[in-house]
């Protein structure tokens, strides 16, 4: 794996991947100029929802859930002083599908955040990390 950083001005990156897949990151943006892009610690948290995310949903399904939505909220405190780490973690899935098992989708998470999850578990050495989720009947 490999990803390529190139700076573009004031606080603002692109990195992309091997594929050429891009994004754009910057930190705190200059007074009165707009923020362009996620910054390098809400990158970490999209990382560990994505990864996260992938899991429950591959999960579900094997286990051949009717899943048809996962949404992803993580939420993430930081210590006051520098450098500003994690220290707080916590992802919520909100899973929507037709007849959903709370067993199954339980089981989904716990795989995710003991097994699977290579973003949330390495982020786990350094930061508490919780699960939540909540199944809700999808409307079609």
Known sequence: MKI?????????????NEQGNSVVMEGAADEGAVRRGASPMEMLLMGVAGCSS???VDIAKKQRQKITGCITTVEAERADS????????HIHFKVLGHDLKEESIAKAVQLSAEKYCSASIMLGKAAEISHSFEIAEADV
């Not at 390529?4 to 992309?16: K, P, Q």
């Not at 520098?82 to 973690?89: D, E, H, L, R, S």
């Open 54 to 56: 992938t899991d429950v």
């Open 82 to 89: 520098i450098p500003k780490v994690f220290t707080k973690i």
């Open 4 to 16: 390529i950083n190139r700076w573009v001005e004031g606080r603002c990156f692109v990195a992309s």
